[in-house]
Structure formats: C-alpha cells, structure tokens
C-alpha cells in the first residue's frame, strides 16, 4: 500500500481504524452504537454508505484516533543519482568497468516538504538533517538562495551541523539533489498564530484536521521571549486553578485568556482589561498566574508602538499579557491600546511605494 501512495504522490498516507468507527452509524443525523452485529468485510465504503462522512468521524473521535499513520521512507523522492546510505548522503558515480559507486558528500540530510506562503509565493526547501551529535536539525530554504552559487544556502546547513567531504562540486552536488528532490508534502506558512483555513496554529502544533497540507507557524517573525508553548502537566494546571477559586479577579483573569480564540468564531471584535490599583498588591503575580493557561510570556508595556505592533501580530487570536504600564511613554500607550482595539496595525509601503497589506 505504502508504495501505490508514494506512486501517487500522497503527501502523507495511513490505516483507517476500521474496527473502531464500524460500531457506529448514523440516527438522525448523529452518530450513535451501532445495534446490530457489524457484517463481515466491512469496510469505509459502507460508512459513507451509510451518510457517515469524515467530517463527522473527524469530529466525533479526533482524526488522531481515526489513523495510524504511516512514516514515507526517508529517501523517497531523491533524485536519480543519489543514495541514503549508512547516514550519509550519497552521489552514485560509474566505475571505469560500469560498475556502480557510491561516492560520500556529506552527513545525513533530506528534504522534508517544499514551503510557501499564503499566496504560493516565497517556496523553500524544508530540509532535515543530522548534526555531530546526531540531534536532528530543520531548516528552510529559500529557492532564492540557490541562484547564483549557492554559498548562503550551503552556509545555513552549514551552521546547522552538516559535515561534508572537502571534493570538489560537493556544494553543488548537495545543494542539486535538494533542490531536485520530488517530494509531495506541501507546506503552508503563515505569518501569525491563530486560525487560518479551519485550524489553529499555535508555535509548536496545529490543532485542527489535516487538508492535503501542513500548516506551520514562520517562526523566523517571532523574536524570542516572545511566544513559546505551555511545558507544564494538566495536573499543575488543575492546581493551579484550584486556588483562584474565590478570587474574582483571578476568575476574571483566567476566563479571559480563553477569549482570544474564541472571538474569530463568533465574529466579536476585540478587547481587553486593565488591571489598576495601588503597587505590589499583586498585580504582576496576577499575569503571571494567567499567562501560564496558554504558555505565553509576559510582554511589558516598555517600547515603541512599532514594537508592540509586531508582539500583538505574534499573539493573533491568543492572549497578549503586558506589565508594568508605568515604564510606558503615555503616547505609546494610546496608539497601542487604539491599535489593539482596532485589530489592525499600520499601512506600510513596500520597496515599490505600493501598499502591504497590514499586521493583523
């Protein structure tokens, strides 16, 4: 089977749980158990069937429950030429007799998916490979970088950890193979988190069913210390929750942080709270309780509006948590809470004079 998919180059391919989803049907309009003893030889097509579709299954279960998805070799899609032997990238050469040798590159490395953004423009290599230590490493890159000799390409691999033979052509030779590679996995990038094309797209998962691509954040627009994932376990978290119980500040606080995603399906317009009161009485300790429900950092209000313009774009669709409102410049803070309010940033021009379109 995992062959005939490669041969129609499915980007990702799986076995359906049937015996799961068998034992359910369809009562008007709901999935409910299904009565009778499940027939022998039944298969997917007797679901739809039945009116079931994968929506409805996707819905009910989560498609995670659904496949058991399988893994493509690592070498599907090299190019003619080329081999994955022993963890080493390699280019298949004749022999003076017609024999056929294997001549080493360079350490492990192949390409994972091919890259755009959201108007199919900007395409990248995402590329995959093993460093000295043998931590797998990712990095995209641009077709742009190709042109020419391809020194900054080969250098952003470099940096990452690839080792190669000192031959020469052994740049080319790498960089040809990568940029040849045939492979069907399709990559979405998106400028911001958030929902985009009926999923989530947090920094590091994407909630949401799978439709023929992969999303994925461009972390390359966020800054570090600016956004990062929850590490703790929902027992901390049960905790943690339980000791605000009481506080209606606190409550407050933390039903808040779970508006952000919800305002895009309700169509609402933003908003926001201001904490104010007399200092240290336990304000910071308040945000700091409250970023942790979705493992956001905590910005302050000291910078440009430029600044702020770029963390809110950063948190689209998610909490923001500013601190200290004091350190601001009183100007600053009307054109950012004003910008806040609005969803919108500034209209800006492009190397053109033409307009781009705004951070939202």
Request: net charge negative; with cysteine; glycine share 10%.
């Amino acid at each position: 089977m995992a062959d005939r998919c490669l041969e129609a180059r499915a980007a990702r391919f799986g076995i359906v749980r049937i015996e799961q989803i068998a034992t359910w049907t369809l009562k008007d309009g709901q999935l409910v158990h299904r009565d009778d003893p499940v027939a022998a030889g039944f298969d997917v097509a007797d679901l739809v069937a039945e009116g079931i579709t994968w929506d409805m299954l996707v819905g009910h279960f989560g498609e995670e429950n659904l496949i058991d998805w399988i893994e493509p070799p690592q070498d599907a899609g090299i190019p003619d030429g080329y081999a994955l032997e022993n963890g080493r990238l390699c280019r298949l050469v004749k022999g003076q007799e017609g024999e056929i040798e294997k001549v080493e590159l360079c350490s492990w490395i192949r390409v994972a998916g091919l890259a755009r953004d959201r108007n199919s423009q900007s395409w990248e290599i995402l590329v995959q490979l093993r460093d000295p230590d043998g931590l797998v490493h990712e990095e995209l890159i641009p077709y742009a970088e190709l042109a020419g000799d391809g020194t900054a390409a080969f250098a952003r691999l470099k940096n990452r950890g690839l080792r190669s033979t000192a031959a020469k052509g052994v740049k080319n030779a790498i960089l040809s193979c990568l940029e040849l590679w045939d492979t069907p996995h399709r990559i979405r990038m998106v400028p911001s988190a958030g929902h985009h094309d009926g999923r989530f797209v947090t920094p590091d998962k994407v909630y949401g069913p799978f439709k023929g691509e992969t999303l994925r954040l461009d972390r390359r627009n966020v800054k570090p210390g600016q956004i990062a994932e929850y590490k703790g376990t929902k027992e901390q978290a049960d905790e943690l929750a339980k000791l605000c119980v009481g506080n209606s500040r606190l409550v407050l606080a933390m039903a808040a942080a779970f508006v952000g995603p919800l305002l895009y399906l309700l169509g609402a317009e933003g908003g926001g709270i201001h904490f104010y009161c007399e200092s240290s009485v336990g304000k910071t300790t308040l945000l700091k309780i409250v970023k942790t429900i979705l493992g956001l950092l905590m910005q302050t209000w000291r910078g440009t509006d430029n600044g702020l313009e770029g963390i809110a774009t950063n948190h689209s669709d998610l909490l923001l948590v500013l601190d200290e409102i004091g350190e601001a410049d009183s100007r600053v803070v009307g054109r950012v809470v004003y910008m806040l309010a609005n969803g919108t940033g500034k209209i800006r021009a492009d190397a053109r004079g033409e307009a781009r379109s705004p951070k939202t």
